[in-house]
């Protein structure tokens, strides 16, 4: 830490940490800090008292290990954590740079982030033309497949700058500049780029997007899944205002319970295999049916068909009550990354027939 620390100050003037403020003995970023500044390091009054009415409230007693949590260095702006207990601090660095020390956990860090250190950006680094953003949320595509698409077509243009953000089954593209209206111009071209594949064009999750999209054209759905691992049925009962879309999900990736809890005939099974457009078909329309929704999502998974299906292939099936459709996918890999991926294509798919389907 101690070494990072040096090599940041001696780079640029605005350093950010995060974590390490804890109790235990391995939060050591406070004593890090302390010997790269030569300062103290004091308990700040205010935290503590913060730290021994929440103690108090729980019945707990107030350790010399707890109060670890409210120790800061000596002269720093305090910034106090509107969600745990260990506060965030602003300090001076050597030659007028500015190091924020933050709490590590998301909660508390995004905490201390929204309600001391953005405004202070605001009001003392932003720049005299403010940076507008254009954001585009796209579905189920690789980044290098995204990136390719504007490096094709000789995107971004001079002043504006393009950033992408990945995690399985989504990019964010976020494209900044100064200028509105060239803004404008090389959004509505990258709109045209991406396509459908945009589920959003604010930061949301495509569960989220999924859910307005039903609820929207006030219609229902209930899902069945193998590939996914129970991901796509968890993902919409998190996401907001899904009570009144999602119906319920079944999660199985047994043959024998395809049969009996979906009613999926052996005969169908055993002649297309469990991976097939007509077992994905199949599951969808009963699981739309026994769940009472008007639409059905089904995934299917090699795990579930015969031993000579190849590895990484399934289909995801959709049933409304007057059209059955089923789309084929491989993906190769494994565990969490692969499930992952494949829930984020299920709901994509989804998002892409709701204008044609029948509600």
């Given at each position: 830490i101690i070494g990072a620390l040096r090599e940041a100050l001696g780079r640029v003037d605005l350093v950010f940490i995060s974590g390490g403020l804890g109790p235990t003995s391995d939060d050591l970023t406070r004593d890090a800090v302390a010997a790269v500044l030569g300062r103290d390091i004091v308990v700040d009054p205010e935290a503590l008292a913060r730290l021994q009415e929440r103690y108090q409230r729980a019945g707990r007693d107030v350790t010399e290990m707890a109060t670890r949590q409210v120790l800061v260095l000596d002269g720093a702006e305090v910034l106090l954590n509107p969600v745990g207990l260990a506060p965030g601090q602003r300090l001076d660095g050597p030659e007028g740079q500015t190091l924020f020390v933050l709490p590590g956990p998301p909660g508390e860090f995004s905490g201390v982030l929204e309600t001391h250190v953005l405004p202070w950006l605001k009001a003392h680094r932003a720049p005299d033309a403010p940076v507008l953003e254009r954001l585009f949320m796209v579905g189920a595509v690789p980044e290098a497949d995204v990136a390719r698409r504007f490096e094709d077509a000789g995107l971004p243009p001079h002043g504006i700058a393009i950033g992408y953000c990945a995690a399985p089954g989504r990019v964010e593209v976020r494209l900044n500049g100064t200028d509105a209206g060239a803004l404008d111009r090389c959004a509505d071209r990258a709109r045209e780029l991406l396509g459908e594949d945009v589920f959003a064009e604010t930061r949301v999750t495509i569960e989220a997007a999924v859910v307005r999209a039903l609820d929207h054209r006030h219609a229902t759905l209930a899902t069945v899944e193998g590939a996914s691992d129970g991901r796509l049925a968890r993902a919409l009962m998190d996401a907001p205002e899904s009570r009144g879309v999602f119906r319920g999900g079944l999660v199985t990736g047994r043959n024998q319970l395809l049969i009996d809890?979906?009613?999926?005939?052996?005969?169908?099974?055993?002649?297309?295999?469990?991976?097939?457009?007509?077992?994905?078909?199949?599951?969808?329309?009963?699981?739309?049916?026994?769940?009472?929704?008007?639409?059905?999502?089904?995934?299917?998974?090699?795990?579930?068909?015969?031993?000579?299906?190849?590895?990484?292939?399934?289909?995801?099936?959709?049933?409304?009550?007057?059209?059955?459709?089923?789309?084929?996918?491989?993906?190769?890999?494994?565990?969490?990354?692969?499930?992952?991926?494949?829930?984020?294509?299920?709901?994509?798919?989804?998002?892409?027939?709701?204008?044609?389907?029948?509600?």
């Open positions: 809890l979906c009613g999926v005939s052996s005969e169908l099974v055993c002649r297309e295999g469990g991976v097939s457009e007509a077992v994905a078909r199949r599951l969808a329309a009963v699981v739309r049916v026994q769940l009472g929704a008007d639409i059905g999502l089904a995934v299917t998974d090699a795990s579930w068909g015969r031993p000579d299906q190849p590895d990484g292939r399934f289909f995801i099936g959709i049933d409304d009550g007057t059209d059955a459709r089923a789309y084929a996918h491989r993906l190769t890999g494994r565990g969490a990354w692969r499930a992952e991926w494949i829930y984020h294509i299920a709901l994509n798919r989804l998002r892409q027939t709701l204008p044609a389907v029948s509600t």
